[in-house]
């Protein structure tokens, strides 16, 4: 009896996933399409800013929480492995599919220059975009995010991989908050910035902003299972109290605030774990 009850919450939990998944599909749409744009400058920054862009981060959590809650009899590095392998398939083909396109950013930017080539190449591995294939930077930062989750967990546990994910999401932010003012920033500061964006374009990747998502996903699925998962009323008006804060540097935006509230979001539940 206790199985059967334990087996359908399991069920509709899932289904509350799938259900969230769907709308969250809906939300990237909104993400690119900016409906309210046209209409209403405040119902866009709060449809962009506060709810479209969790749909993402949301995305890659499902990812992590499915590595640990899915029964299986294979460990969680054969897991790992597998699902890296299986991503990197995908971004492959769909990376072939989008090649006349990156072909066609040759022709019309990069004026048939070789040297664009070098740095499609470099975009290919490190950014996961080049010319009007930008969605593909889901998949590559989600493979780099197993890959280093995979090497992480044999010196570290999944909650201390979460925290390493914080850090680097929050040196992300910091990152890309200097990048637009490295001519005020001493030569010591600026110089290595400004190198790694010449290498890496941005901090939308597998280490910056992946990782923290997927860690998370499998730290609440590790909770969870473990029956550990415990709702705090502190915690839950201390998130509700950071995204009114968000709500209200959204509504202001401008300079440095943007990169912030593009970038915090999906931390505020981070409060509740």
Excluded at 88 to 113: D, H, K, V
Excluded at 187 to 211: D, K, W
Excluded at 240 to 265: A, Q
Aim: proline share 3%; net charge positive.
């Amino acid at each position: 009896m206790v199985e059967n009850i334990k087996e359908k919450c399991i069920d509709s939990n899932y289904r509350l996933i799938d259900l969230l998944k769907f709308i969250c599909a809906f939300l990237v749409i909104g993400i690119h399409t900016r409906p309210f744009q046209a209409s209403s400058n405040v119902l866009d920054r709060l449809f962009y800013y506060d709810i479209s862009n969790y749909a993402v981060p949301f995305f890659y959590a499902c990812t992590g929480y499915f590595l640990i809650a899915k029964p299986s009899e294979e460990n969680l590095h054969a897991k790992l492995i597998f699902r890296c392998k299986k991503i990197l398939r995908i971004y492959f083909i769909w990376s072939a599919i989008y090649l006349p396109l990156t072909i066609s950013g040759w022709i019309i930017e990069g004026g048939l220059n070789p040297t664009y080539l070098i740095l499609c190449l470099r975009n290919f591995v490190f950014v996961g975009e080049n010319f009007y294939s930008w969605t593909l930077w889901y998949l590559n930062g989600l493979a780099f995010a197993l890959l280093l989750i995979g090497i992480l967990l044999k010196k570290f546990s999944i909650k201390q991989i979460s925290g390493i994910g914080v850090f680097a999401y929050l040196v992300g932010i910091g990152l890309t908050m200097l990048n637009g003012h490295l001519e005020n920033l001493p030569l010591s500061l600026a110089r290595p910035i400004e190198l790694y964006f010449s290498a890496f374009v941005t901090t939308r990747n597998g280490l910056f902003q992946s990782l923290v998502f997927m860690a998370f996903g499998m730290r609440m699925a590790e909770i969870d299972r473990a029956d550990e998962l415990k709702l705090s009323v502190k915690n839950g008006v201390f998130a509700g109290i950071l995204y009114m804060l968000k709500v209200g540097f959204s509504l202001i935006g401008g300079g440095g605030r943007t990169v912030l509230i593009k970038n915090t979001g999906f931390t505020n539940i981070l409060v509740l774990v």
